[in-house]
């Protein structure tokens, strides 16, 4: 099987699709695209509120991402 190449947008801080400077150049290019978001589960372990509102909204970001 031949390999394809791709290009790979690493979401971190910035999980907008709109105005996104990254995501955009990647969409340039002829190759698919790839978006990666990493949830740090070190990060996680540190906040004492599980139901943290900056939880839920990097949840609620990347399900949108995966839906769009």
């Not at 190449?5 to 910035?14: A, E, P, T, V």
């Not at 695209?33 to 949840?59: A, M, N, Q």
Request: charged share 30%; glycine share 0%.
């Amino acid at each position: 099987m031949p390999k394809q190449s791709i290009s790979i947008c690493w979401f971190r801080r910035d999980l907008r699709l709109h105005d996104h400077a990254a995501l955009y150049h990647a969409l340039k290019d002829e190759y698919p695209v790839l978006p990666i978001f990493i949830f740090d589960r070190s990060i996680l372990d540190l906040v004492d509120d599980k139901t943290d509102r900056r939880v839920e909204f990097i949840h609620n970001a990347v399900n949108n991402m995966q839906q769009q």
